[in-house]
């Protein structure tokens, strides 16, 4: 299927280290993305702890949710026993489309995170300082996110625009012309795909802003520097959630144009033999299906550090769990 790396069937007499193969192939940007996160917890993500109450219940929800679906996904992708019954009446394209299915599980889990919208507690003096959605987050964080969807839109608009219709007029072909009229194809990331991702994107930025809003707009605690801390926690949860969603996004991406890459054609051509041709890009393909993996895993990592987070909570003081 298009967008995997690696096709398993797992049938009734497979043996142990075939189910290995198959988790480890199906699941290892997820299970590399787990270890990272269980190192920057043991390093550094204790500090990072949120109160218990609401919202960690809220994040911790959020997380878990946008964890297990993409984890069924992939698994039912790689484990037909595992499919949704009545799978096979849903329409090609709801399976095609997958490489958008981080972009709106991630679009989902920021909406979650921004409950409670309100705080229920004791409110203090107003302050003077303009609050807007950038107010609790540090610059390091925003510009890590803008570098992610500039890098998601300039590989997209590449891809896009080395693809050509297919027989169906979709913008997901690409064709090396091996000239004397040889050509040969395959599917690459092209508009077909591209220009939805592109919408979702556009989308997930207006919710993180919506999202960000929320926990900035009401007024501070009588707790002051709790009240602050915990909108900062939210607000890098928000970020890292986002992040995530867009690096899984991003990594797939690359593997996808690793697996245009693996694209090989020949012929004969004539009294001079065979002759053999592959696309300008091939030289590439190792490195952009590793690079994908890594980045994909990468999204993972953030997403368990934030379910971490909000699972391994603090004790909180009476009046500073909501924000």
């Given at each position: 299927?298009?967008?995997?790396?690696?096709?398993?069937?797992?049938y009734?007499?497979?043996?142990?280290p075939?189910l290995?193969?198959?988790?480890?192939?199906?699941?290892r940007?997820?299970?590399?993305?787990?270890?990272?996160?269980?190192?920057?917890?043991?390093?550094?993500?204790?500090?990072?702890?949120?109160?218990?109450?609401?919202?960690?219940?809220?994040?911790?929800?959020?997380?878990?949710?946008?964890?297990?679906s993409i984890?069924?996904?992939n698994?039912?992708?790689?484990?037909s026993?595992?499919?949704p019954?009545?799978?096979e009446?849903?329409?090609?394209w709801v399976?095609?489309?997958?490489?958008?299915?981080?972009?709106?599980i991630?679009?989902?889990?920021?909406a979650?995170?921004?409950?409670?919208?309100?705080?229920?507690?004791?409110?203090?003096?107003?302050?003077l300082?303009?609050?807007?959605?950038?107010?609790?987050?540090?610059?390091?964080w925003?510009?890590?996110?803008?570098?992610?969807?500039?890098?998601?839109?300039?590989?997209?608009?590449?891809?896009?625009?080395?693809?050509?219709?297919?027989e169906e007029g979709?913008?997901?072909?690409?064709?090396?012309?091996?000239?004397?009229?040889i050509?040969?194809?395959?599917?690459?990331?092209?508009?077909?795909?591209?220009?939805?991702?592109?919408?979702?994107?556009a989308?997930?930025?207006?919710?993180?802003?919506?999202?960000?809003?929320?926990?900035?707009?009401p007024?501070?605690?009588?707790?002051?520097?709790?009240?602050?801390?915990i909108r900062?926690?939210?607000?890098?949860?928000?970020?890292?959630i986002?992040?995530?969603?867009?690096?899984?996004?991003?990594?797939?991406?690359?593997?996808?144009?690793?697996?245009?890459?693996?694209?090989?054609?020949?012929?004969?051509?004539?009294?001079?033999?065979?002759?053999?041709?592959?696309?300008?890009?091939a030289?590439?393909?190792?490195?952009?299906?590793?690079?994908?993996?890594?980045?994909?895993?990468l999204?993972?990592?953030l997403?368990?550090?934030?379910?971490?987070?909000?699972?391994?909570?603090?004790?909180?003081?009476?009046?500073?769990?909501?924000?």
């Amino acid at each position: 299927m298009y967008f995997t790396t690696s096709t398993f069937i797992l049938y009734g007499a497979a043996t142990m280290p075939d189910l290995v193969a198959l988790i480890w192939f199906s699941f290892r940007s997820i299970i590399i993305g787990l270890a990272l996160a269980v190192v920057w917890w043991l390093a550094r993500g204790r500090k990072s702890r949120l109160p218990a109450g609401l919202t960690a219940a809220v994040t911790m929800t959020a997380t878990s949710l946008a964890l297990a679906s993409i984890l069924y996904l992939n698994a039912a992708i790689g484990f037909s026993v595992l499919r949704p019954p009545l799978s096979e009446h849903l329409p090609l394209w709801v399976f095609e489309m997958r490489i958008l299915w981080a972009l709106a599980i991630g679009i989902l889990a920021v909406a979650l995170l921004a409950i409670p919208i309100g705080a229920h507690t004791p409110r203090g003096h107003a302050s003077l300082t303009r609050r807007t959605p950038f107010s609790f987050g540090r610059r390091r964080w925003f510009a890590g996110i803008t570098t992610i969807v500039g890098t998601i839109v300039t590989v997209s608009a590449l891809a896009g625009a080395a693809s050509e219709p297919d027989e169906e007029g979709l913008w997901r072909n690409y064709t090396v012309d091996a000239g004397s009229s040889i050509s040969f194809g395959t599917r690459i990331y092209g508009w077909y795909y591209s220009v939805p991702a592109l919408i979702l994107l556009a989308a997930l930025i207006a919710v993180i802003i919506v999202a960000l809003w929320l926990i900035a707009r009401p007024s501070l605690s009588t707790n002051h520097d709790d009240d602050v801390r915990i909108r900062h926690l939210r607000t890098r949860n928000i970020l890292a959630i986002a992040s995530g969603a867009l690096l899984i996004h991003l990594g797939s991406i690359f593997t996808s144009l690793s697996n245009t890459a693996l694209l090989r054609g020949g012929a004969d051509i004539g009294e001079s033999g065979w002759g053999s041709w592959t696309t300008p890009f091939a030289a590439m393909q190792p490195a952009l299906l590793y690079v994908g993996l890594a980045i994909a895993a990468l999204g993972y990592a953030l997403w368990f550090g934030v379910l971490l987070s909000a699972a391994l909570t603090r004790r909180a003081r009476a009046d500073t769990d909501q924000s």
